[in-house]
T-cell receptor, first 114, second 115 residues
Framework: GNSVTQMEGPVTLSEEAFLTINCTYTATGYPSLFWYVQYPGEGLQLLLK?????DKGSNKGFEATYRKETTSFHLEKGSVQVSDSAVYFCALSDRGSGTYKYIFGTGTRLKVLA | GAGVSQSPSNKVTEKGKDVELRCDPISGHTALYWYRQSLGQGLEFLIYFQGNSAPDKSGLPSDRFSAERTGGSVSTLTIQRTQQEDSAVYLC?????????????FGSGTQLSVL
């Protein structure tokens, strides 16, 4: 079945450091890909998405490019802030029997130090 | 409502008791999803509703788990004869149409603790 694999955390960075969180996927067909973020004490919210190969999703300085050839959707940010400390989840849409569900990775905790 | 609402926010129960968890999705959203979030396990898919029907129940861990949705709106997840391994945060999400490229709107979850 379809699946998502994320790098294990926690990831600890200093403020203004470059961030990469790796995400690879296994899927039949052409799923849409997503990054969700869960800030401390808050619910999950969509950070960005890409719906087809070579699309780049971006939001709040974060970017991810849908790479079909490497089945990857790595999350990057050029300069992280303390406020970016959160858990990040990679996800894909899984079509079965004409309907969709969303498969999530295990999440990567990011801690940014001042 | 303004967002996805879940109740209760916290539930402590004794092993062997039944529990009901409620989800009230965003008005007009036809798709509704239940997930379970355990420490270190990420989000585990449980069940998906399109309107009142559940085309995908593949994630329900056992026959102790069931869910229903009525009026295309509120959904209830029921766990019978709870076990300690059922302890987790149960999350509900909704989306407008259930298409594969949509944003999911999540509730704040129900923290279930089985003693």
């Amino acid at each position: 079945g379809n699946s998502v694999t994320q790098m294990e955390g926690p990831v600890t960075l200093s403020e203004e450091a470059f961030l990469t969180i790796n995400c690879t996927y296994t899927a039949t067909g052409y799923p849409s890909l997503f990054w969700y973020v869960q800030y401390p004490g808050e619910g999950l919210q969509l950070l960005l998405k890409a719906t087809k190969a070579d699309d780049k999703g971006s939001n709040k300085g974060f970017e991810a490019t849908y790479r079909k050839e490497t089945t990857s959707f790595h999350l990057e940010k050029g300069s992280v802030q303390v406020s970016d400390s959160a858990v990040y989840f990679c996800a894909l849409s899984d079509r079965g029997s004409g309907t969709y569900k969303y498969i999530f990775g295990t999440g990567t905790r990011l801690k940014v130090l001042a | 409502g303004a967002g996805v609402s879940q109740s209760p926010s916290n539930k402590v129960t004794e092993k062997g008791k039944d529990v009901e968890l409620r989800c009230d999705p965003i008005s007009g959203h036809t798709a509704l999803y239940w997930y379970r979030q355990s420490l270190g396990q990420g989000l585990e898919f449980l069940i998906y509703f399109q309107g009142n029907s559940a085309p995908d129940k593949s994630g329900l861990p056992s026959d102790r788990f069931s869910a229903e949705r009525t009026g295309g709106s509120v959904s209830t997840l029921t766990i019978q004869r709870t076990q300690q391994e059922d302890s987790a945060v149960y999350l509900c999400a909704s989306s407008l149409q259930g298409a594969g490229n949509e944003k999911l709107f999540f509730g704040s979850g129900t923290q279930l603790s089985v003693l």
